[in-house]
């Protein structure tokens, strides 16, 4: 790749060259929902944040594993349960209401058009007796003096932490200042964390050396990580709030444990309802499935998204009805100008230079807006760019210049192309697959289909028909795919 991708890093608190472990290949983490309630629209601009980041990364030509977790064991899934099901066995209970949610919270995403996560892995899978994990990687911990059993508990011993606090920077001393051990608590230290919390009766629970229980919220994330994705892997997300003490307690127990765990930590800043925070106390908790109802046509996503897109990912956004107003009408104009024009045969030259150049330069602004720090406002605005010039060709063209209509769909598709990448479908294409291949609004060639024109041309050239077969190989560079000839096949690859 000719151009380098800089992002900044929590850990280090300065921006970084991005340069994964293996070549070509990303790896990363994300923090996913505690499945106990319907999603809101914050879970929805965390969930947006790293589908876009992931998005770009493969539009880049990276192979990404993308691996997003689920709690669906914990004090909240627990009170909910004892709540919605009263009366049910608790531990069947907590299965339903963890799985209603989770359900829930595919649709949300999914009706945004969120790409799923290549891996779910869920807490309970790393509990059971055939996949024991979470006591396995407790127990290196408990080896290497790193943790201990308190009647029935086993918490990690913060003083045997290297660097604690590193990530959200903060002196020990100083956080123990003002932590004080609960009622109940068999801890040595106020900052000492539950790995394993002994069963209570009635409650889910698990074999381990240390008697029934279940794991701490910590412990899931390391463990998961480190089977999925190794011991040490590229990028670590999620939101702010979980800085401290979530992702500095999973650094102390992964290097606990001998690991290197994440070299890059991406994290997003929250969402305010007009200045104050979300609750269903104060009546604006906003549910995702009930804001895209208020919008009841194909735009609603893509309004949330805009919405989005307007404020770096690194800074807290506040939502209001002002803004969604503003929101709603930037996507028409968006979709608007994405419309194809009516197919006409008069005087199709081919496409300007000097309107490809400029189209191509936009592009280039938002690779560049992207590559710094996945710069999303400044990438939103590069749309608005093409928005306006494809709307100054079109005039040009409705005035009877109908040699600009392969100008006007060059630009419509470049800016198809761009909007994918950014999540939003314009109400013309499905972007949920991130292999975008053709820019096109109404189909997109995905990696199957380029392999379907390749051996179509194969089949061509056999039967000596060259000029058809030469006219694929045209029409797939046109759209981003070049195709190159070598000695044992043809191989293919996208132009940016």
Partial sequence: MENKIFLYNSLSRKKEELIPLKPQEIKMYVCGPTVYDQPHIGHARSAYIFDVIRRYLIYRGYKVKFVRNVTDVD???????????????????????SAK????????????GILDPDVEPKATEYVDKDKPLMQEFIGRLIKNDCAYVSGGDVYFDIKKAKNYGKLSNQAIDKMEAGSRIAPGEKKKDPLDFALWKAAKEGEPCWDSPWGKGRPGWHIECSVMSSDILGDEFDIHGGGLDLIFPHHENEIAQSEG?????????????????????????????????????????????????????????????????EVIRDAKEEIFRFSKAAELLPNTTENKIGLD??????????????????????????????????VRYCN???????????????DIQYTKNTLCLLAGILGLSLNHVNNHDPKWGKVSLSNILNESLIEEKINERLRLKSDKKYAEADAIRKDLETQGVILEDKKDGTTWRRKL
């Avoid at 100054?392 to 392969?406: D, S, V």
């Fill in 75 to 97: 004090d909240k899934i627990i009170d909910k349960a004892q709540k919605e099901l009263k009366g049910e066995d608790l531990n069947e209970a907590v299965k339903k209401v």
């Fill in 101 to 112: 949610y989770l359900d829930l919270y595919h649709e949300d995403m999914r009706s945004l």
């Fill in 257 to 321: 444990a001998g690991k290197k765990f994440a070299r890059y930590w991406i994290h997003h800043g929250l969402l305010t309802i007009n200045g104050q925070k979300m609750s269903k106390s104060l009546g604006n908790f906003i549910e995702v499935r009930s804001l895209l109802m208020e919008f009841p046509d194909a735009h609603a996503a893509d309004i949330l998204k805009d919405l989005f897109l307007r404020t770096h990912y690194s800074n807290p956004i506040d939502y209001s009805e």
């Fill in 353 to 386: 230079s000097e309107n490809k150049r400029y189209i191509d330069g936009i592009k280039e602004s938002f690779n560049s807006a992207m590559d710094n720090d996945f710069n999303m406002p400044q990438a939103r605005a590069q749309l608005c760019e093409l």
């Fill in 392 to 406: 100054k060709l079109e005039y040009r063209w409705m005035q009877g210049q109908h040699y600009l209509f392969h």
